[in-house]
């Protein structure tokens, strides 16, 4: 079955949108999706990565790059 483990908002144009999706080592126990994706902001096209568990998403620390 799937599993519904949040939503984020993803910005889909050109080569941007959700980049990469990777699962934590030891996601038996420690259960974390860290997906990486684009997004509008300051007028321009960024890219983050945030850090899912279950149902609530939080940024991970860390930086964003312009494109």
């Known amino acids: ?11 889909e144009q050109g080569e941007s949108g959700l980049m990469v999706m990777e699962f934590h080592p030891d996601f038996a126990n420690q259960p974390y999706v860290y997906p990486a994706h684009s997004y ?3 007028g321009s096209v ?3 990565l945030v ?5 609530r998403v939080s940024r ?8």
């Open 1 to 11: 079955g799937v599993t519904l483990v949040g939503e984020i908002a993803v910005l």
């Open 40 to 42: 509008r902001g300051g």
């Open 60 to 67: 991970v620390p860390s930086r964003s790059y312009e494109r």
């Open 51 to 55: 850090r899912a568990r279950r149902r």
């Open 46 to 48: 960024k890219n983050r």
